[in-house]
């Protein structure tokens, strides 16, 4: 039975975690983009997005991840035959690098509140594209565990996967850009 509810609060534990991260790489974009923004609304936004990315990383996202964790050591524990398995081996390469990811975003929230990250707005955009590659591995590895299949079907869905992410960041930029053209022209009529 404590194996259930290892694995319900580790399921629940992943739900926090990646909200946080999600949304956490989401104000890092407004973050940076408040730097083309006149006085004082840009001192405003950024001392206001700086408080938010600081809470959420420290109140929800830090929390989902050491939830996550914690519940992973005692499915662990309570079955250790599971640290056999090859896929958990795998999996857990790829946890390495989602936390190497959460850290480095604690990075950036210090350097972003001194004023010393000077990525973009879509550089962080893409930056923001690594934690889901890295969910559909590791709950896909989770799900089939050491069957899972490497054929021409699932390489179709994994392409028409990656050619739908690709398509939305086209068209979110394509809205961007239109939207500062619009700006721009408002300028020069006014
Ligand atoms: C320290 C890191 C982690 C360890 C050691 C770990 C370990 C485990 C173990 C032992 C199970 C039980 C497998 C079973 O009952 O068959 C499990 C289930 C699961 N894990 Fe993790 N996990 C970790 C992190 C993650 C992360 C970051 C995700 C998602 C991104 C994830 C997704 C899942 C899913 C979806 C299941 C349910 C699979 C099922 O019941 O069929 N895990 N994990």
Known sequence: MAYYWFKAFHLIGIVVWFAGLFYLVRLFVYHAEASQMPEPAQTILKEQYQLMEKRLYNIITTPGMVVTVAMAA??????????????????????????????????????????????????????????????????????????????????LIGTLVVAFAIAIQLYARKRRKDREKQAQQDLMVS
């Open 74 to 155: 005692g499915l662990i524990y309570t079955e250790p035959e599971v640290l056999k398995a090859s896929w958990l081996h795998i999996k857990l390469a790829f946890v390495a690098l989602l936390l190497i990811y959460h850290h480095w975003c604690g990075r950036i929230i210090k350097k972003l509140a001194q004023d010393e990250c000077h990525w973009s707005g879509q550089q962080f955009r893409v930056f923001n594209e690594a934690p889901t590659v890295l969910l559909v591995a590791i709950v896909l590895l989770a799900i089939f565990k050491n069957d899972l299949p490497l054929d021409a079907t699932t390489g």
